[in-house]
């Protein structure tokens, strides 16, 4: 009777497996749908890839992979650019800044969510205007402090300078403590611990994916960061990648886009790894704070 029960769930089950002609439908189309944005995604870097392997300067030649590859655009990078002390000086300052902005926005984010102290909601307000302006609106003081304290082309001062733009960051985070329960806090409170150990032993550990993605942004929008760059960083050994890529295709006599294309393929590596290595935690930071937020 036992087996006769089994053969009639498993059955059950295989019928309630069956897709209606509609959900069929419904698949397929969001299948050719996904693959079609994959396809436009994918293009532009399978052009981009195809023009470092091609010969001469243009970027266009007609098809996506040029007839005759040739590494040479490579090879070329490496021994006559500076690339990988650009690519150092952009790790640098890409793990600086994300780093303190991770621990300012962390600290930042629980006194607001949790803490009630004079100015807190001035504060919060404060922080949500500050976004209406865009980050160049800034570069005339940057500048101008850092010329008046000869702190001009200092790549460690630069770090600092980044790292103080983290007021969305604290906003998310915000509103992702404030969906985890408070009776933690009150439990905790009444153990006798004290508000910094419920941060670094309770909140942290719960917050850890959300971090994880304030971390990627905050690094992946260090990377690419080029107008106040531009304007603080001015030998070519304190360069970043942004800074270093366009020359390659500002130059006074000729464009080299092939080399151009060749070292984004190479400074665009560190960003794949990383994204990675942290893909697992991403995904679950995105997910709570879909949720929390």
């Known amino acids: 009777m036992t087996s006769a029960n089994a053969n009639m769930n498993k059955s059950k089950l295989k019928e309630d497996r069956k897709m209606r002609p ?7 189309v969001s299948r050719i749908i996904i693959w079609i944005f994959i396809i436009i995604i994918l293009f532009p870097v399978a052009w981009v890839v195809g023009a470092s392997l091609g010969t001469g300067d243009a970027f266009f ?33 890409c793990f600086g800044v994300a ?25 919060l307000m404060t922080l949500l205007i500050l976004q209406m302006f865009p980050t160049f609106m800034s570069l005339p003081a940057i500048y101008g402090i850092l010329a008046k304290l000869d702190l001009l082309d200092n790549l460690y001062v630069f770090v600092l300078v980044l790292a103080g733009g983290s007021a969305f960051n604290i906003w998310l985070l915000k509103g992702y403590i404030d969906g985890l329960p408070k009776e933690l806090d009150e439990a905790a409170l009444v153990d006798g611990a004290s508000y910094w150990q419920i941060f670094i032993r309770i909140i942290l ?7 994880v993605v304030i971390f990627l942004f905050s690094f992946i929008g260090t ?6 760059s531009s304007a603080v960083l001015k030998s070519p050994e304190s360069y970043t990648v942004a800074l270093g890529l366009q020359r390659f295709i500002t130059n006074q006599f000729s464009a080299h886009w092939t080399l151009f294309a060749a070292a984004s393929v190479v400074a665009s590596l560190p960003l794949v790894i990383i994204f990675m290595a ?8 995105l997910a709570a704070g879909a949720v929390k937020g």
């Open 22 to 28: 509609n959900e069929k439908v419904t698949l397929w």
């Open 61 to 93: 030649s007609g098809t996506i992979f040029p007839k005759h590859i040739s590494f040479q655009n490579y090879i070329d990078l490496f021994q006559k650019t500076q690339l990988l002390t650009w690519i150092k000086n952009s790790m640098i300052l």
């Open 99 to 123: 780093i303190i902005q991770s621990i300012l926005t962390s600290t930042s984010s629980y006194a607001f969510s949790r803490m009630k102290f004079v100015g807190r909601k001035n504060g």
């Open 205 to 211: 550990p719960l917050t850890a994916p959300m971090l």
């Open 223 to 228: 990377y690419s960061e080029f107008i106040l």
């Open 278 to 285: 942290l893909q697992r935690y991403l995904q679950q930071g």
